[in-house]
């Protein structure tokens, strides 16, 4: 199983780049056909998380992918699979 990962440690206080970055790496798993992709967040706050789930519930980025999944294992964890 072909899976992506992207880490937001580095650029958590750039809304700017956060947006790109997941925009990226959705169009990446789509355009390569990945079932998968882990986006790091961390635990924190929990302030990234929140921003990054409401960004994938966006109508045209929630019909890109098959479902989400938060790891209940590991808070700053969130998976998102692809068809």
Known sequence: MAKLKLDLHDIFNNGRAIESELDRIIEEAVSKKISLVEII???????LKKRVLRFLEQKH???LYHRLEKD???FGRVFVHFK
């Not at 961390?42 to 302030?47: D, R």
């Open 61 to 63: 980025i929630k019909a």
């Open 41 to 47: 967040p961390g635990k924190g706050s929990g302030q």
């Open 72 to 74: 209940d294992k590991n």
